[in-house]
């Protein structure tokens, strides 16, 4: 689906699809430099990332094992606390692993602060993380992140794998809802 199809859901469209796939790349490039050794697991969180995990993987010009954990942040509205559940957990044992998390968008930066953390007490060798969106100015916690598509402005955005009340995943785009879309 393309934004055109939304009628005025949208305000901006922030990133095209056809930007997201070229910066990927960029990204694909300096992960396989920086994991020359051996390829990481990568370990997409649901279900934000499954559209970013989909075309980095097939970037990486090396074997990308993939596994998924599902979490949700428990807080008022819209923001998450930093209180994680895992919902749904990785199938693969992380001891001696190097991994690389593959996430949608990192706005506070507790969710997934406290994943890292999580993935590292259970004795992975390594964990860094691949963000295609991050908001800098919504960050409330230091968190290192690794590899980052496009740093973007406070907004709420969807498409691209990031959903409004479920929808607006299958956007190709990442564009700005319309304020009236909440109100409604
Ligand atoms: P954080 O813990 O970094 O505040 O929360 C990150 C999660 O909040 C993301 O994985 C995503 O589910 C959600 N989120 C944060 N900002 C946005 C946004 O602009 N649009 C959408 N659709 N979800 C967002
Ligand atoms: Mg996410
Ligand atoms: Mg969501």
């Known amino acids: ?7 005025d859901d949208l305000t901006v469209v922030l990133h095209t699809e056809a930007e997201l796939h070229a910066r990927l790349a960029e990204l694909a ?37 993939m596994d998924w954990m599902a979490v949700s942040s428990y807080g008022a509205g819209t923001k ?8 749904k957990d990785l199938d693969a044992d992380l001891t001696g692993r190097d991994v690389l998390i593959v ?5 506070s930066g507790l969710t997934l602060s406290w994943l890292k ?5 259970r004795g992975a060798k390594s964990v ?13 916690v230091d968190l290192e992140v690794d590899y980052v598509g496009y740093d973007i402005p ?13 929808r607006y995943r299958n956007l190709r785009d990442v564009a700005i809802l319309a304020p009236h879309v909440y109100s409604e």
Request: hydrophobic share 45%; with cysteine; proline share 3%.
């Open 1 to 7: 689906m393309d934004a055109s199809h939304l009628g």
């Open 29 to 65: 490039r300096e992960i396989e430099a920086d994991y020359r050794d051996e390829p990481p697991l990568l370990v997409g969180v649901l279900k934000g990332a499954v559209m970013v995990m989909a075309d980095l993987s097939r970037e990486l010009r090396f074997h990308a094992e």
């Open 80 to 87: 998450s606390s930093g209180v994680v559940k895992i919902m």
């Open 154 to 166: 406070v907004d709420f955005v969807v498409g691209y794998g990031l959903d409004y009340a479920e």
């Open 103 to 107: 996430e949608d968008i990192i706005d």
């Open 128 to 140: 860094r993380i691949c963000t295609m969106l991050r908001k800098p100015e919504a960050m409330k």
């Open 117 to 121: 953390e999580n993935l590292e007490s």
